[in-house]
């Protein structure tokens, strides 16, 4: 596509309910990472996919949360037993690749809100 | 630990007065610093920054990067409200995987 997709742009879900978030990276793009803004903070990040390599999973807050990108394309990052601290902004992002810097293109976010 | 600083947190301005706003990085294998404008939810791209000394300008808006010292300064001349953002540091890094540290972000306001 032309863009980062994200989706959904918001859900509101109650407390131990599980969730997942989608994002569809701009064509090509190899690289692809998720972070978290939770309100008036900076982006965290929480996982990085390059190509078929392993992902870095480093930034994963808990084992409640869990990523996949199938076919090098599509990602869907999965929070189990949501609790409300995991209300925040979650940021997609893609890059053409690693052996150059390149700049990272955002999608528009999925706000998740847990009651 | 990799980290990136941003400063001030916020900032109030008048509209044209001038900015300069800070960003200060420690990381293992420095790559690349890029600057981000969030007005909502999605970044949007300003600058990348991956040599000394090389201003980077962009209408009013320019930075640089300096790696002796480990920063880089973004400034916004003749300021306007359409400049209220936060602005947001982030730098490449290469320890043990390619990877974006972002700063907390300054919060400009420009009022009329």
């Known amino acids: 596509g032309a863009g980062v997709s994200q989706s959904p742009s918001n859900k509101v879900t109650e407390k131990g309910k599980d969730v997942e978030l989608r994002c569809d990276p701009i064509?090509?793009?190899?690289?692809l990472y998720w972070y978290r803004q939770s309100l008036g903070q900076g982006l965290e990040f929480l996982i990085y996919?390059?190509?078929?390599?392993?992902?870095?999973k480093s930034g994963l807050p808990s084992d409640r949360f869990s990523a996949e990108r199938t076919g090098g394309s599509v990602s869907t990052l999965t929070i189990q037993r949501t609790q409300q601290e995991d209300s925040a902004v979650y940021l997609c992002a893609s890059s053409a690749g690693t052996w150059y810097s390149g700049e990272l293109f955002f999608g528009e976010g999925s706000r998740l809100t847990v009651l | 630990e990799d980290k990136v600083v941003q400063s001030p947190l916020s900032l109030v301005v008048h509209e044209g007065d001038t900015v300069t706003l800070n960003c200060s990085y420690e990381v293992t294998n420095f790559r690349s610093l890029l600057w981000y404008k969030q007005e909502k939810k999605a970044p949007t791209f300003l600058f990348m920054l991956?040599?000394?000394?090389i201003e980077k300008k962009s209408g009013r808006l320019s930075s640089i990067l300096d790696k002796k010292e480990l920063f880089s300064i973004l400034n916004i001349t003749a300021t306007q409200t359409g400049d209220s953002a936060v602005y947001l540091c982030?730098?490449?890094?290469?320890?043990?995987?390619?990877?974006?540290?972002f700063g907390t972000g300054t919060r400009l306001k420009v009022l009329a």
């Open positions: 064509s090509g793009h190899t690289a």
């Open positions: 996919f390059q190509g078929n390599s392993a992902p870095d």
């Open positions: 982030a730098v490449e890094a290469t320890s043990g995987t390619y990877k974006y540290i």
């Open positions: 991956t040599s000394s000394g």
